[in-house]
């Protein structure tokens, strides 16, 4: 006696699951969205077809033949009702998305988290601006696969002036100065899109120009004053107003080296300076304080110190964002002490008259920037041959903060401000390098952003949560 039997049908796989469950996300989205718009008998199919295969997907031994049956109904109805949900759902979905992200990512920027990176070298050692790293004559210059990794790693772009002749490097100077400024679009715009300001440089060799272009907020002058001169300002470098080549004009010689057309006369990488995060909470629930690494837009610091008085010596004219540290607060009163022995001693004034910063008669003490810039104006006063170990240049006795000049910070409470807004005074770590408070005077409470609170980039030893 023999039996036969049909061959049960298969259970549904992983895949034919997913399938379906995506299409019934699909069906029960189409059915929140346009309830209220579709044809009743649009809507009793539509909303048929999706309990049922939302039905076989709750049993868990349903085969593969039922669900794809299933989801093929609900398909169906929707692109019958489907409207902009369906067969366009990616497009849309994207989009949807995008706009979510982007509104959380204001949200947190607005209220949590400003990403910041430092242009300039006014905190430094703190904190890093742009730095040059340059090669020598002679070195190998990396090839693409070593400036990619050094622009993952540290952030650099690499910049180099190739000989198109042969002749001595010259720099031609632009109406007295040394760069003129320009805008640069596609491809050195920033994100090679948008258009930015640049310095360009104007080289002379062999009499032809070669042009140069760095970031605005990069000193190439300081660079080329060091490498070929061996001196700090391009400004000691003799004149010469030449006429061979069928140039004339006036211009710089940078070197006796006769380059080659093709040689390299200049190469160097600029290194980002450190990309940081705002910590834009925390004022919102304590006060601002001294030491704090403070982000301020400079929108209104001008009109608040012409309000209460300041006799200040520049304008900063602009809207732009700062970082500074803060050393001193509502109703402090601060003092630029130059030990006496620095005036006798032969130490080197050109960067301004090293000090010691006294906070409420006091020397500002609690952070390292204080502590060691303190340690070296004090080692100047000693040996005006000592080097600073640390990287701190010392703070310098200027403007608002000559020496022994009292400095009081305004109180919204006191009787000649009328602004009714606390003032902050500020200043940068490296103040041999930075316009800060000394120049432009105080900070009003209300332009003062957040404090900076983590480097995130580059990959340095400042990496990781600031002082």
């Known amino acids: 006696m023999s039996t036969s039997s049909e061959p049960s049908e298969k259970k549904a796989t992983r895949s034919q699951r997913k399938g379906a469950k995506e299409i019934l996300r699909v069906g029960t989205k189409v059915l929140a969205y346009r309830r209220d718009l579709l044809p009743a008998g649009d809507l009793d199919r539509l909303e048929r077809s999706v309990d049922a295969l939302g039905e ?23 692109q019958r009702s489907g409207g902009i949900y369906y067969h366009r759902k990616s497009l849309f979905e994207n989009v949807e998305m995008l ?6 990512v204001i949200g947190i920027r607005s209220f949590f988290l400003q990403p910041f990176v430092i242009p300039t070298n006014s905190m430094y050692p703190s904190f890093s601006g742009l730095q040059p790293n340059v090669y020598e004559d002679g ?27 042969s002749g001595n490097l ?8 040394s760069f ?28 032809k120009e070669h042009l140069l272009r760095v970031p605005v907020e990069f000193d190439l002058d300081e660079l080329l004053a060091m490498k070929f001169a061996g001196v700090e300002d391009l400004r000691d470098l003799p004149l ?23 040689e390299i006369a200049l190469a160097f990488d600029i290194l980002l300076g450190d990309a940081l995060f705002v910590d834009r909470m925390s004022y919102n629930f304590v006060t601002p304080k001294t ?23 520049n304008l900063i004219a602009e809207d732009k964002y700062y970082i500074k540290r803060l050393v001193g607060e509502p109703g402090d009163t601060l003092e630029m002490r130059v030990p006496e022995d620095i005036f006798t001693n032969g130490t080197n004034l050109v960067n301004g008259v090293p000090g010691v910063l006294y906070r409420n008669g006091k020397p500002i003490d609690g952070k390292t920037a204080f502590e060691q810039n303190r340690l070296y104006a004090e080692a100047l006063a000693k040996d005006p041959n000592a ?14 903060l000559s020496n022994r000049r009292i400095l009081k910070v305004p109180s919204k409470s006191s009787p000649d401000n009328q602004t009714g807004q606390n003032g902050y005074y500020a200043m940068g770590d490296n103040s041999t390098d930075s316009l800060d408070g000394r120049a432009w005077g105080f900070v009003p409470e209300q332009e003062i952003i957040g404090r900076a609170f983590l480097i995130y980039y580059p990959f340095t030893k400042r990496w990781g949560i600031t002082n």
Request: glycine share 12%; aromatic share 10%.
């Open 139 to 165: 070195e190998e210059v990396p090839g693409a696969f070593g400036r990619a990794a050094a622009k993952i790693v540290r952030g650099a772009s690499h910049f180099q002036l190739k000989a198109e002749s």
């Open 180 to 207: 003129r400024y320009e805008t640069s679009v596609f491809p050195n715009g920033k994100f090679f899109v948008f258009p930015t300001s640049v310095r360009e440089y104007v080289f002379e060799i062999g009499g």
């Open 56 to 78: 076989s997907l709750r049993v868990k031994d349903s085969t593969g033949n039922e669900l794809e049956e299933k989801a093929k109904a609900v398909d169906e109805d929707l």
């Open 170 to 177: 010259y720099l031609v100077l632009q109406n007295g100065g």
């Open 387 to 400: 080097t600073s170990v640390s990287g701190y240049p010392a703070y310098r006795a200027e403007g608002l």
């Open 99 to 104: 706009l979510v992200a982007a509104i959380v």
């Open 291 to 313: 030491g704090d690494p403070a982000v301020f837009r400079t929108g209104t610091i001008d009109a608040f110190n012409r309000e209460i008085g300041t006799p200040v010596m």
């Open 240 to 262: 010469i107003v030449t006429q061979d080549h069928g140039f004339t004009g006036r211009r710089m010689k940078l070197s006796d080296r006769n380059y080659k057309e093709g």
